[in-house]
């Protein structure tokens, strides 16, 4: 059984930085990825990377937010820096199996303070 849990959320000023962690557990993962959702907008993709290593971010978090894993840990992280107010979301971390399937995790509240 797949199941994603991630941490690392909290309260920081703009101009600070936060470490997103992931934990991944049932499965491999062709790709994983960090979405967010603000409050009255839909889920966005922040930022995906493939099990080789490929990344992709979204226009609004380029050069500000790094996404890397650990395969055998099968741990996932988004390194923020440079938060800006707009950033506030709840981050959701997403699997994607070999056979496409998507699974998310719980969530995590990313508050940044002007």
């Known amino acids: 059984q797949v199941q994603l849990v991630e941490s690392g959320g909290g309260l920081v000023q703009a101009g600070g930085s936060l470490r997103l962690s992931c934990a991944a557990s049932?499965?491999?993962?062709?790709?994983m990825s960090w979405y967010r959702q603000a409050p009255g907008k839909q889920r966005e993709l922040v930022a995906t990377i493939t099990f080789a290593g490929s990344t992709t971010y979204a226009d609004s978090v380029k050069g500000r937010f790094t996404i890397s894993r650990d395969n055998a840990k099968k741990m996932v992280y988004l390194a923020m820096n440079s938060l800006k107010p707009e950033d506030t979301a709840v981050y959701y971390c997403?699997?994607?199996?070999?056979?496409?399937?998507?699974?998310w995790g719980q969530g995590t509240q990313v508050t940044v303070s002007s």
């Open positions: 049932g499965s491999i993962f062709r790709a």
């Open positions: 997403n699997a994607q199996t070999l056979y496409y399937d998507d699974y």
